[in-house]
Structures are given as structure tokens and as C-alpha cells.
């Protein structure tokens, strides 16, 4: 096993998203996007969402990293790195700054066409998410964001323009970002980020975001099928989020638990991968009196519209029980049950629970589950990096972390057989944290120098991390 190691075409590299590096908020035609009424946040501070832009707010977004100015800069440190992928999305509001125009921004199109030619250049493929939290706030305003069939058009349309465009620069590419993040409709940063939503209390929360997730996949569904008679080469996946969540114990009613918690999950890659709706979901709908407008010819979309690949992030695991001594957090989808800390794993800094054996139980089960090529493309540790007095940055958590998913990776592949495209751990530059709006979380190989205030110079520095992967990448994961 020691001596066995990756597929020689194993795609090695690095996860961004545009709203956290780009910066350029309104340059050259860009017009507001979700991301761009989110306020800075904290550790355990929630981040605004604000009505348009507000003066004497502070946006981190905005800025960002300004990777907009500087990609050339970054990507020569992307190819000293070794990396042979990057992946990234496409700001929807550089190409229609509405969302809902007939024409698209001709200066948003150069850009991409720009940055993946020098990706291109320099020997890096891009991979590209289509919708990575990016929706023109436009959407939101005039037509109450994705619960309004409306925008399956506009996403569409968006789509067809950039896959023809783009066709022979990107084979690899994502419908929605994390679209399960959703899943149970309580996180209204979640709902806000994957679906333009915002739900009064008055209103029933549970019932408008499946209804925006089933609009959603009917959107991806379509874009599958149509990027397949753009160009038959291409590969169109989804991107689910992934948490396991366990049985606290061996109780068989903590085990139904964690099956009802990973329904909710598993829906929208059920739907993704297998064209259908699945049974538990139309009963647990009737059970709730919950009616969701889903028409006969937009069921044949979705089984005509099934991804090639399943790219997933994987950051923690979970865990639940309905054992009474034990206090937790309650879940909508088992009334009796909560989810509890893991008293077996370590946690973060913000509390996210460390397992790298997760990985590999999840590669196991998503790839029986479906039959499907995966792609990680989320993977990493966020904390507080320092920068010592002679500008090094020491960062053996962050190569520990990794090397640690890495060897269960390497053993769902070997050991296992599940099948692997590649592996993009997330922000492998420092960049805006999603959930706090923080640059002191951080995740990259390589720092950028701005504080959660939005001061710095934004200089960029290689972290030890960085040689740890470039190694990793030259050996092909035999040396870790």
C-alpha cells in the first residue's frame, strides 16, 4: 500500500471563489451581487446582510485580495506551487450585471477569457463553478431570488453564454456551489448565498427553500444537457457540501437518526445524479403538507440532466442522538434528536470538528451511493497565522491537517477503489472568509497581508505549507 499512490492524471491543485479574491466589486461594468451586501462578521459574529450598499459599512468583498489586478502575479506563484488545476468561479455579475439582460458585459467576458488564458499558459487548468454564492442582487430585488421559476431561464441563459464561450479553455465544470448548505433552511446566511432568499417569519421557511433547491436543480439539469450539445467533451458535475453526521451511539434510534439527518442531505445529489426525486423526500413533503410546483416536463428535464461528477467539499463530520442525558442542538428532520459534539475528534478554532477518517468513509459512501467519478474540491483548515519578525509564517497545522485527509484520500483510492479525479484543497490563498468575513481565518499556502479591518498591504508571502505541497504535488502524493 505504501508504494501505491495516485492515477499519474490525479489533478492536484487549489479552491478559490471569485466574491472572495476578485475584489473589483463595480469594476468595468460589474454590476451587485449577493456577496456584495455582506458585511464583515467575526469568530461567532454573524456577518449583514444589508439592504444594497451602505455608507459607512464595511464590505470586505469589495477588495477582497484584488486578485482582478493581480492574477498574473498569483498564478506565477500557482505554477511554482506545481499546481496542474485552479479552480474558481465565474462572478455572474461581470457577465450580467442584472441577471436578467439579453446581453452580456463584453469587458466581464474578456476578463475570463484573460485569466484562463494565462492559467492555460502556464500549464493550469481552470475548473469553474457557475454559481458559487454570485447571484446579481437584481435577481433578489425584482423577482424575490430562485423561489421565482423566472430565474431557471436566467440561469440558464447566463450558463450558455459562458460554456460556449469558454468550451475549449474549461472542461471541467460546476452548476451551484454547496447547494445542500440549505438544507435545513435555519441559516439565513445559507439561504441568502445559495438562493437570493430571504424568508419572513410569517412565512413557511421550510417549504420556499425546497422549492428554490427543486428551481435549482431543474436550472443545473438543463445546463448539464446543454453544455453536452455545446461540446460532448465537456464534464458538468454538481457540488454538494458533505458532513457526515454519525450515530452518538450504538442505539438504534440514534442510528435513524443519522440516516433521516443525511436525507436532507443527500436530496439534492439525489436529484443531481439520478434525475429523480426520491421517495423519502414526496413523503416527508405530504407529511408536511408541503406542495412544490414541479411540472411533468421539468421532471424530464431533471432526468435528462443528470452530472457527470459529484465535486464535494469535506471539512468536518457530525454527529447526532436522541439520547435524552445528552444535550445538543434539536434538527427538524428527527423532532427527537439532536446533533451533538464528537467526543472521538478534535475541533478548530471555530469549532469545526476535525476527522480526517470522514473523508474517507465519505468517499466510500457517495461513490457506492452513485457510481459517479468524485472531485474534492473543498478541503482545508482555517486559523490564526502569524508572521514572524523576519516575514516567515510557520504553519505545521495547516501540512498536519491536510497530509492527515491525504493519507485517508489515498486509502479510499488504493485500498477502496473509489474513483478520484482530484483534490483542490480550499483557499489555497489566503482570501474572505464565506461564513465570518474574515481574512484572519485563514486558509492558503500562500498569506496575504490584510487584517479582518480590511488594512494591509496586501502583499503575498509563501507559508511553509506552500514547499510541504508543492512536494506532495511533484511526488504525486507519494510523499506526504
Not at 472572495?20 to 462578521?41: H, P, Y
Not at 494565462?118 to 446579481?136: G, R, Y
Request: aromatic share 12%.
Amino acid at each position: 500500500m505504501t508504494n501505491e499512490t495516485f492515477p499519474e492524471d490525479f489533478l492536484w491543485g487549489g479552491a478559490v471563489a471569485a466574491h472572495q479574491i476578485e475584489g473589483g466589486w463595480n469594476a468595468d461594468g460589474k454590476g451587485l451581487s449577493i456577496a456584495d451586501v455582506m458585511t464583515a462578521g467575526g469568530n461567532g459574529i454573524p456577518r449583514k446582510i444589508t439592504d444594497g450598499v451602505l455608507a459607512g459599512a464595511y464590505y470586505p468583498n469589495h477588495e477582497a485580495i484584488d486578485f482582478y489586478h493581480r492574477y498574473q502575479e498569483d498564478i506565477q506563484l500557482f505554477k511554482e506551487l506545481g499546481l496542474k488545476v485552479f479552480r474558481t468561479s465565474i462572478n455572474w455579475t461581470r457577465i450580467f450585471p442584472k441577471g436578467d439582460e439579453s446581453e452580456p458585459n463584453e469587458a466581464g467576458l474578456q476578463f475570463y477569457d484573460d485569466l484562463f488564458d494565462e492559467l492555460l499558459k502556464n500549464d493550469i487548468q481552470p475548473v469553474v463553478t457557475l454559481s458559487h454564492f454570485e447571484i446579481p442582487y437584481h435577481l433578489y430585488e425584482v423577482y424575490d431570488g430562485f423561489r421565482n421559476k423566472k430565474l431557471i431561464d436566467f440561469f440558464v441563459n447566463y450558463a450558455k453564454t459562458v460554456i460556449t464561450r469558454y468550451q475549449h479553455k474549461v472542461k471541467y465544470w460546476m452548476t451551484f456551489n454547496e447547494i445542500n448548505n440549505q438544507a435545513d433552511g435555519q441559516h439565513e446566511l445559507h439561504t441568502w448565498t445559495n438562493s437570493a432568499l430571504k424568508i419572513q417569519a410569517t412565512e413557511d421557511k421550510e417549504a420556499i427553500v425546497f422549492q428554490a433547491a427543486i428551481n435549482e436543480l431543474i436550472a443545473s439539469a438543463k445546463v448539464v444537457k446543454l453544455a453536452h450539445e455545446i461540446n460532448p467533451d465537456l464534464m458538468i458535475g454538481c457540488m454538494m457540501a458533505y458532513v457526515p453526521v454519525y450515530p452518538y451511539s450504538c442505539n438504534p434510534a440514534d442510528l435513524m437518526a443519522s440516516v433521516k439527518v443525511m436525507d436532507r442531505r443527500f436530496f439534492y445529489s439525489d436529484i443531481h445524479a439520478r434525475g429523480i426525486i426520491p421517495s423519502y423526500a414526496i413523503n416527508y413533503w405530504a407529511q408536511r403538507g408541503i406542495e412544490i410546483d414541479v411540472s411533468p416536463e421539468e421532471r424530464q428535464a431533471l432526468a435528462e440532466g443528470c452530472v457527470d461528477y459529484i465535486g464535494f467539499s469535506y471539512y468536518m463530520s457530525g454527529a447526532v442522538t436522541t439520547l435524552a442525558e445528552v444535550e445538543g442542538q434539536p434538527i427538524v428532520e428527527f423532532p427527537e434528536a439532536k446533533m451533538v459534539a464528537n467526543p472521538y475528534v478534535e475541533a478548530s478554532d471555530w469549532g469545526w470538528q476535525i476527522d480526517p477518517v470522514g473523508l474517507r468513509y465519505t468517499l466510500n459512501l457517495v461513490y457506492e451511493r452513485y457510481g459517479l467519478p468524485l472531485f474534492i474540491v473543498e478541503n482545508g483548515f482555517g486559523a490564526y497565522d502569524e508572521v514572524t519578525p523576519d516575514g516567515h509564517i510557520h504553519d505545521p497545522y495547516r501540512s498536519e491537517y491536510l497530509r492527515a485527509h491525504i493519507q485517508q484520500m489515498k486509502l479510499a483510492v488504493v485500498a477502496d477503489g473509489v474513483k478520484l479525479l482530484g483534490y483542490t484543497p480550499w483557499g489555497i490563498i489566503d482570501l474572505v472568509s464565506f461564513g465570518s468575513g474574515e481574512m484572519e481565518k485563514r486558509y492558503g499556502m500562500i498569506h496575504v497581508d490584510k487584517d479582518n479591518q480590511g488594512h494591509g498591504t496586501l502583499k503575498r508571502r509563501k507559508k511553509d505549507s506552500f514547499a510541504w505541497y508543492q512536494r506532495v504535488i511533484a511526488t504525486n502524493g507519494r510523499e506526504l
